[in-house]
């Protein structure tokens, strides 16, 4: 079974500049969360989705905002782009409440 | 997000050795899981635990849950090579947080 899928694998945007990064969760998996990770770091939680519903939300800025669509898939967008949000942006999904979490390969994003 | 404080922050090994490194926390968490990251690429689960005290093996990995609910150590026996990566620690608070917190890492060399 194919693991998650996230595009584009890299993205390079100028300050300003608006962002969307898209994620397809394993097939079955109703969840999908985001995570920032910046250099050097662990990964830092910003959104979790379950059947098309925000559960939860981490310490970001409002420019950070997602959805997920009927088909589990999902979108991260960021808006009014800074140098700080350069990072890899990880997507993770899960069947429910208490499984695992899986990630995929990550979207590595420039900000210049 | 919750401070989890992992260690060593680096560690080199050599073909053979058996390495641990733990995580540990001022807040108690529900589930403790173990990823490890190689360079460009998504976190992969390695060993997830869901009960205070329970010891979990994965090939040559065994990872426990400490009965505080507060700590978490992974131990990989006979290292090889390929173990060489980024081992991140996380947690979940309770079973109805689908938000995982991760430590900072431990990174694994070989040691030349």
């Known amino acids: 079974d194919a693991g998650v899928t996230q595009s584009p694998t890299h993205l390079i945007k100028t300050r300003g500049q608006q962002v969307t990064l898209r994620c397809s969760p394993i097939s079955g998996h109703k969840s999908v969360s985001w995570y920032q990770q910046v250099l050097g770091q662990g990964p830092q939680f910003i959104f979790q989705y379950y059947e098309k519903e925000e559960r939860g939300r981490g310490n970001f800025p409002d420019r950070f905002s997602a959805r997920q669509f009927p088909n589990y898939s999902s979108e991260l967008n960021v808006n009014a782009l800074l140098l700080g949000d350069s990072a890899l942006y990880l997507c993770?999904?899960?069947?429910?409440?208490?499984?695992?979490?899986?990630f995929g390969p990550g979207t590595r994003l420039t900000v210049t | 997000g919750q401070q989890l404080n992992q260690s060593p922050q680096s560690m080199f090994i050599q073909e053979g050795e058996d390495v641990s490194m733990n995580c540990t926390s001022s807040s108690i968490f529900n589930t403790w899981l173990w990823y490890k990251q190689d360079p460009g690429e998504g976190p992969v689960l390695l060993i997830a635990?869901?009960?205070?005290?329970e010891l979990t093996s994965n090939g040559r990995l065994t990872a426990q849950f400490g009965i505080t609910r507060k700590d978490s150590f992974l131990n990989i026996s006979a290292s090889i090579p390929s173990d060489v990566g980024i081992y991140f620690c996380a947690g979940q608070l309770s079973s109805n947080d689908y938000k995982l917190s991760f430590g900072a890492g431990t990174t694994v060399t070989v040691r030349a």
């Open positions: 635990l869901y009960k205070a005290g």
């Open positions: 993770a999904s899960n069947r429910g409440v208490r499984d695992e979490q899986y």
